[in-house]
């Protein structure tokens, strides 16, 4: 059965998109499959076996340790999304570990050794993997770049827009978002406060703005979360 799974996660992921059957069949040999519940950890970055991940269900988020054992959210993981040793290398230096965010999620994973060597021996999906990894790094940089640039309420919308625009059900101009974020969460993403941030998400409901509970965010009208 999870063969099955893996084939089929695998062939519909874009960075895939290139191989044949018997390729794709080849590589769910070396993928592992694993599923995970809310507030599972995932992996730490200091593993002697660093691994590649995809996500194929669910959410999770990457937290960041600092040298006195303070915790920041990097990233918020989604669908599709890639992350782990993404670069390839190994960096001790850099402490950080993956947490189940969603009720349920479903990851493929590869041992960093075991996809290099794919990459080496798939040109084309070297190619694909360097256009990914790039995308994915210039959304990082933007991110820093509006984190330095703007005020918070700004960031906050700019946070908001960005998550409805993937993972919203929009009816209309109203988004509809599965809520899997604390507001200290929330604030770590927009590198505010927990009170500046509750403070401005009840600013927005008193604007009528957004509804905001701990199962759901509906935006109202997207086109004014400017």
């Known amino acids: 059965m999870y063969e099955d799974l893996k084939y089929w996660y695998l062939r519909d992921h874009k960075l895939f998109k290139t191989l044949s059957y018997a390729q794709i069949k080849q590589l769910c040999i070396i993928t592992g499959f694993k599923k995970a519940s ?39 993981i989604q669908k599709g999304d ?5 670069t390839l290398e190994t960096d001790h230096n850099n402490e950080e570990y993956a947490k189940v965010l969603s009720d349920d999620v479903a990851i493929c994973s590869f041992l960093m050794s075991d996809f290099e060597d794919l990459l080496l021996r798939n040109p084309t999906l070297a190619l694909s993997y360097t256009k990914l990894v790039g995308l994915k790094m210039k959304s990082t940089k933007n991110s820093y770049a509006n984190l330095i640039s703007k005020d918070a309420r700004t960031r906050l919308y700019l946070f908001l827009k960005d998550w409805a625009e993937k993972e919203g059900e929009r009816t209309g101009n109203t988004v509809r978002l599965e809520n899997y974020l604390t507001q200290t969460d929330i604030a770590q993403m927009i590198c505010t406060s927990r009170q500046t941030a509750t403070q401005l998400l009840n600013e927005m409901e008193a604007n009528n703005l957004l509804v905001y509970n701990r199962k759901e965010i509906v935006i109202h009208d997207i086109t004014k979360i400017q």
Do not use: C
């Not at 995809?54 to 959210?73: P, Q, R, S, W, Y």
């Open 38 to 76: 809310k507030g599972e950890i995932i992996y730490f970055s200091a593993s002697d076996l660093p691994r590649i991940f995809l996500l194929k269900k669910g959410n999770i988020k990457i937290v960041a340790i600092d040298d006195d054992g303070n915790e920041t959210i990097k990233d918020i």
């Open 82 to 86: 890639l992350f782990g040793e993404l």
